[in-house]
């Protein structure tokens, strides 16, 4: 628990929160940005500030959550998909600093829109790039 954040006093229901569902472990509920018809945002109840400094366990925890989830609303709910989103640092939108998956749930023809702007990157830059970001494990 860190006194100075907004979602772990949310998992605690110190601050109301529109509850979609809770376990041992995690908490989902709506978002309140007004943004996306069904937003949902699932969190560990452990405060961990974002997805790279999580704990081997918190991340099963959050994912077995959003899969669970995921398969509700598509089950359930009346949605055919799932986009799932996790911003991770404040170069990448990322506003709360306690980690956090964004689930946006899809319907055919639906107006959303979720994505990332096309860049056309070439076969050249991928030459670069791959040395940048090629990763062999130690
Ligand atoms: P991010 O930009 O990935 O850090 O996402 C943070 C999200 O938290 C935003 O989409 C906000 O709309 C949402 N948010 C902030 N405060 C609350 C709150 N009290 N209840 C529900 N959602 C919130
Ligand atoms: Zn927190």
């Known amino acids: 628990m860190n006194n100075d954040c907004i979602f772990c006093k949310i998992a605690k229901?110190?601050?109301?929160?529109?509850?979609v569902y809770e376990d041992e472990n995690t908490f989902v509920f709506l978002d309140?940005?007004?943004?996306?018809y069904g937003h949902t945002l699932v969190i560990p109840k452990k405060h961990v500030k974002s997805i790279?400094?999580?704990?081997?366990?918190?991340?099963?925890?959050?994912?077995?959550?959003?899969?669970?989830i995921s398969n509700h609303y598509?089950?359930?709910?009346?949605?055919?998909?799932?986009?799932?989103?996790n911003n991770c640092g404040e170069s990448a939108?990322?506003?709360?600093?306690h980690f956090?998956?964004?689930?946006?749930?899809?319907?055919?023809?639906?107006?959303?829109?979720?994505?990332?702007?096309?860049?056309?990157?070439?076969e050249l830059k991928l030459d670069d790039l791959i040395k940048q970001l090629?990763?062999?494990?130690?």
Request: some cysteine; proline content about 3%.
């Open 13 to 19: 229901g110190e601050i109301p929160s529109y509850k």
């Open 32 to 36: 309140i940005a007004n943004d996306f």
């Open 52 to 68: 790279v400094e999580a704990d081997e366990k918190t991340m099963l925890n959050v994912f077995k959550t959003v899969q669970l």
């Open 74 to 85: 598509i089950k359930n709910c009346g949605f055919s998909g799932v986009n799932i989103v």
């Open 93 to 97: 939108g990322q506003t709360v600093m």
């Open 100 to 122: 956090h998956i964004h689930i946006f749930p899809r319907k055919e023809n639906d107006l959303g829109e979720v994505g990332w702007k096309q860049e056309n990157i070439s």
């Open 134 to 138: 090629k990763y062999t494990k130690m």
